[in-house]
């Protein structure tokens, strides 16, 4: 944030109020362990690297967060250390991060306590940093606990979920834990847990017995989770195998799925047809059927979004009515499992590719008061403007000039707080369609004399591109 003297105190406490998320220490590895030694706590260390988009995302969505904030700064000792400077690449190695962002927890005798790779919402994160601070979800405290023959359902479930999230090798643990609790012990609220969150190998001989048993298992939930939980046992072995064994193993695992019975058997298969066939295969009415029956049932919000761009985006310009139409009712299920600004100016785009413009502009005004309910509510108040600013002008959204006002509106809020680039491309996309072109060139200018990266330069000149082709567009 630039710092900007001299303006009156009121406006200096609002916004600092906006940044009060994760204090990182700064100094060497050493000094911040012997630091988190003597105060009794543990570290969270932010492994990252310049070029990792979804670090950025992170730092920029998350480590900002005053929950997140107020939760580290009191229990927490937290560092940055990117991966590719300085102590960095022998941090890496030492600590066998493979992946960016990788996202440390570390005791004062510098032992891996829990890591997780990849982007976490803030929830998500906070409950991540809690399971690290909290002695019973320690890595190495359930390690020694566990080797020494403690087999308390508590403790195994802790220590799974510990090695699974650090990347450990959880699947022989559970291996072990089942054989010695005995076959006639495994119609369990443990075991359930067991094959629901951490199974991935439809052949096991525990999951065999869960699938032919699955109705013993009703007196620990209902009958879609014990289905999604067997679904997500082929999903997650496909998953793990395809990169390096390639789509032939669908062929395998197809036919693994027949101990499944109807009509859970036909959803699994239906997955696999999805996953494994090309772009090409939308343009195919009954293909498309498959995969709506496979978003009403098992996909989840992430799928069902790429699913939709597949069809109406990648395989091939034109918009074809009856599959705009499917799109839409996608799109509901997809606000259903995720009701957000995304999503719902997502639904907004594929009216307006229909020609429902008016049932489209409605639906904008009442976007208005949502985001507005979203952005007050939120601890992170600069990527809630960003967020909402940014899907009004996504998409065909831009030829609403409501919209393009409200953006504007709202990203010029997040620019007082936080003048970056991601702000001011925003604020380049609300004035371009506006047809204000001439203002957008002279927020590109400012955005070109900030210090880029190279991945942030290359960024500017797909903004630039945009403007020029909305300007080339309305002449």
């Known amino acids: 944030m630039k710092k900007i003297f001299g303006v009156i105190i009121a406006l200096f406490i609002c916004s600092s109020a906006f940044s009060q998320g994760i204090k990182f220490e700064h100094g060497t590895w050493a000094e911040v362990k012997a630091k988190a030694k003597t105060e009794n706590k543990i570290i969270f260390v932010d492994v990252y690297t310049s070029w990792c988009g979804p670090c950025k995302v992170l730092a920029k969505t998350v480590f900002t967060d005053s929950n997140v904030g107020e939760y580290l700064n009191k229990n927490l ?6 991966a590719e400077k ?6 890496a190695k030492t600590y066998e991060v493979k992946a ?14 829990l890591k997780a790779v990849g982007g976490k919402s803030v929830d998500e994160f906070i409950a991540l940093a809690k399971s690290a601070n909290d002695p019973k979800k320690q890595l190495p405290v359930l390690a020694k606990k566990y080797n020494a023959g403690d087999r308390d359902e508590q403790t195994v479930l ?24 005995g076959q006639n012990k495994w119609k369990s609220q443990a075991v359930f847990e067991i094959i629901s969150k951490y199974m991935d190998d439809p052949k096991d001989m525990a999951f065999s017995y869960f699938v032919k048993n699955k109705k013993a298992y009703e007196k620990y939930a209902d009958r879609k989770d014990i289905d999604d939980a067997i679904f997500n046992v082929f999903k997650m072995n496909l998953i793990k195998r395809v990169n390096s064994e390639g789509v032939q193993i669908i062929e395998e695992l197809t036919e693994t799925s027949k101990v499944v019975e109807e009509p859970l058997r036909t959803h699994i298969t239906n997955y696999f047809t999805v996953v494994s066939s090309p772009m090409e295969a939308y343009a195919n009415k009954e293909f498309r059927a498959t995969v709506d029956s496979h978003i009403q049932n098992y996909a989840i919000a992430w799928e069902i979004n790429n699913y939709i761009d ?6 091939k310009n034109e918009d074809i009515p009856e599959e705009l139409k499917l799109a839409e009712k996608w799109c509901l299920k997809g606000i259903e499992l995720e009701d957000n600004v995304k999503w719902r100016t997502k639904y907004i785009t594929i009216l307006l590719k229909q020609g429902k413009k008016e049932e489209a502009e409605k639906l904008v005004v009442e976007e208005f008061s949502k985001s507005q309910k ?96 909305m300007l080339n567009t309305s002449k």
């Not at 000792?77 to 990117?82: G, Y």
């Not at 960016?100 to 004062?108: A, D, R």
């Not at 220590?159 to 609790?181: F, H, M, P, R, T």
């Not at 590109?444 to 797909?462: F, S, V």
Request: charged share 25%; proline share 2%.
């Open 77 to 82: 000792i937290s560092f940055k250390i990117d």
């Open 86 to 91: 300085g102590e960095g690449p022998e941090f």
């Open 100 to 113: 960016f962002p990788t996202l440390l927890f570390i005791n004062g005798d510098g032992e891996l306590v």
């Open 158 to 181: 802790a220590y799974i979920a510990a090695l699974k999230e650090s990347q450990g090798a959880y699947s022989e643990v559970i291996k072990e834990y089942l054989k010695e609790l």
């Open 310 to 315: 597949f069809m109406l985006y990648q395989k």
């Open 374 to 469: 979203d952005i007050n509510k939120s601890t992170n108040k600069v990527n809630a403007l960003y967020e909402s600013a940014r899907a009004l002008v996504k998409g065909e959204l831009f030829t609403i000039p409501m919209a393009a006002k409200k953006s504007e509106e709202w990203i010029r809020q997040a620019l007082k707080i936080e003048d970056n680039l991601n702000n001011n491309s925003v604020l380049v996309s609300a004035l371009s369609a506006q047809g204000r072109h001439q203002e957008a060139a002279k927020i590109i200018t400012k955005i070109g004399a900030m210090d880029l990266t190279e991945h942030e330069q290359a960024y500017l000149k797909q903004v630039k591109a945009y403007n020029e082709s």
